[in-house]
């Protein structure tokens, strides 16, 4: 039989204190649980919000460390080209080492957000200083001799690079043109025109990357940290601590001539100048000055060959051309007596002798001494400005692998060069300065001549900047040209 249900106010106190109890319990529990979960998850929005800050603050300190060192590279690169541009406009026609001394006292310095240090290779050894373009061989003009004494270079490939340049389609012995570039849909024709950069080369049928950059793989003419470990990442490279940049070390395609002379002022041009501007720039005589205009006006004269050859014999086969040219002018003229005074006219130099004594005079032209050979490369040119003048090596800077590549049969004049500009304070003034050295053969001067200069006018600027901050880095890359006021930045790029 079942009990009656209890009424409530029946049930016995110790029951219902026990029932209370425990109802109490589970509410505690449930809200000890809750604010366990609450202060969890509070928790991890907190910890949520601090590791986002942390990035964000992180991010912030980046980005502001980027922007120090962004701006520390750039004034290293802007306090290059006021050096630049300083000897531009204030040149020392005494002195042609005084920018490279200058450009080395910029090469390091601070703001108060960061610092700077510019640096190039040269024998693959990092040294202060902005790398000077003139120190290579410019490939748009470089022989095939001279490619071809390059270490790794082929005869197919400098083939294919006088093929790449030259303006016609018709194929060396072993180059390539646009046919055999279109047969093999490479996606590209040859510019058939000079080499706008050294990386072009690589577009050059057998040229790989790896004989064009060598170790630097960015072609910055730095040795980065990836570039000297071995085989951890790209490129190969031996790990020696020295920076092999391949044919990149050695040829450049951004050197440039200048028609500013030494002194600041513009080039005289000898085509076109009086005789009185040529005593009074160039320190010449009245007969000399004639001579050198009268060989000035050839179509085949060129100023190195005055290394080579005395103004008087210059002069004396100018007239001798000149009296052949009015002497077939005089033939053709059906007037005998109009004739020959055309062939009289004809045998006139520019100093107003006549051609009956124009050798007699010519003999008699005093040579030109040291010193006017010197103001003459340094102040005198043949070039018009019509045209790109390419640039010529620095035999002040340019390092002694490269001067024997360009004197391959003659290795005792390329160390003679060497010691005789390492002598001098002051450099190399003129290529004229050659003639004084006994060691160096006049077969040499003649060789260099057409390519060789003491001058410099482009440089590729690597600057690289550090946040005073973090000692983030950034790195720019600038060419510039002081050949013309204000300095041309000819390429820029930051890494």
């Known amino acids: 039989m079942t009990e009656p249900a209890l009424h409530p106010n029946r049930i016995p106190r110790s029951r219902r204190r026990s029932a209370q109890t425990r109802v ?31 990035r964000q603050a992180t991010m912030g300190r980046e980005t502001l460390a980027r ?36 450009l080395e006292t910029v090469a390091d310095g601070e703001l108060l957000s960061g610092s700077w240090e510019i640096r190039h290779v040269e024998d693959g050894v990092e040294i202060r200083g902005p790398q000077d373009e003139h120190a290579k061989i410019n490939v748009n003009n470089a022989s095939k001799a001279t490619l071809l004494e390059l270490s790794g270079m082929s005869e197919d ?3 294919g690079i006088l093929d790449w340049r030259d303006t016609d389609d018709r194929a060396n012995l ?12 490479v996606g590209y024709e040859p510019r058939n025109a000079p080499f706008r950069s050294v990386a072009e080369l690589e577009l050059v049928l057998g040229a790989d990357p790896e004989s064009v950059r ?17 085989a951890m990442s790209e490129p190969q490279d031996d790990a020696d601590g020295l920076l092999d940049a391949g044919w990149s070390g050695a040829l450049t395609a951004r050197s440039a001539g200048s028609l500013v002379g030494a002194s600041g002022e513009p080039r005289l041009n000898l085509k076109k100048a009086t005789s009185e501007e040529i005593q009074e720039r160039l320190g010449l005589n009245a007969q000399q000055a004639g001579s050198l205009m009268t060989y000035a006006k050839r179509d085949d004269a060129r100023l190195e060959t005055l290394l080579t050859q005395d103004l008087s014999a210059l002069a004396a086969s100018a007239g001798q051309s000149r009296n052949a040219r009015g002497a077939t002018g005089g033939a053709g003229n059906t007037s005998g007596g109009a004739g020959n005074t055309g062939g009289r006219q004809s045998g006139r130099s520019s100093s ?10 010519a003999n008699s032209v005093q040579r ?13 040119t043949l070039d018009d400005g019509t045209k790109p003048i390419l640039g010529k090596v620095n035999l002040n800077t340019v390092p002694v ?17 060497i010691s005789q500009r390492n002598a001098s304070s002051s450099g190399l003034l003129a290529i004229s300065d050659l003639k004084d050295s006994s060691r160096i053969t006049p077969q040499a001067i003649a060789a260099l001549a057409p390519m060789a200069d003491t001058q410099s006018y482009v440089f590729t600027v690597t600057s690289r900047g550090r946040s005073a901050t973090t000692g983030l880095e950034v790195e720019i890359t600038a060419v510039v040209d002081r050949s013309t006021l204000p300095a041309r930045i000819l390429e820029y790029r930051e890494q």
């Open 157 to 159: 490939v400098v083939d």
């Open 214 to 230: 060598g170790e630097d793989a960015n072609l910055n003419g730095r040795l980065d940290p990836n570039e000297n470990d071995g």
């Open 174 to 185: 072993m180059g390539a043109e646009y046919e055999f570039y279109s047969n093999r849909n």
């Open 67 to 102: 922007v120090e060192a962004r701006w520390a590279a750039r004034a290293g690169i802007e306090e290059t080209i006021a050096v630049l541009e300083y000897h531009t406009e204030e040149p020392d026609p005494s002195d042609a080492r005084q920018m490279f001394k200058d």
């Open 24 to 54: 109490s319990r589970n509410a505690r529990g449930t809200v000890i649980v809750l604010v366990i979960w609450s202060v969890a998850i509070a928790a991890i929005v907190v910890g949520a919000a601090q590791v986002l800050a942390y």
């Open 352 to 361: 107003g002798m006549n051609g009956g004594s124009g050798n007699q005079s």
């Open 368 to 380: 030109l001494d040291q010193q006017q050979l010197r103001k003459i490369y340094q102040e005198a």
């Open 401 to 417: 692998a490269v001067l024997r590549a360009m004197l391959p049969d003659d290795p005792i004049s390329a160390d003679a060069i």
